[in-house]
């Protein structure tokens, strides 16, 4: 899955947010690595991009 950015395709992932007792968790849909964010959420911190694949982040599926 992609998206057409300036006449090029570029790869794109979904991040989703989960949930434990103690904390909650971003997880990149296509390379499934783990993220924490200390304050906010990876769109509030403005985070477009996986950091460790690379891909656009096109969905963050957090609960509301």
């Known amino acids: 899955v992609g998206i057409i950015q300036g006449g090029i395709k570029v790869e794109t992932t979904r991040f989703i947010e989960h949930e434990t007792c103690e904390s909650s968790f971003w997880v990149c849909e296509k390379c499934e690595e783990e993220w924490v964010w200390e304050e ?10 996986c950091p460790n694949c690379g891909r656009k982040i096109s969905d963050y599926a957090g609960r509301d």
């Open 40 to 49: 906010n959420n990876p769109k509030e911190n403005n985070v477009n991009y």
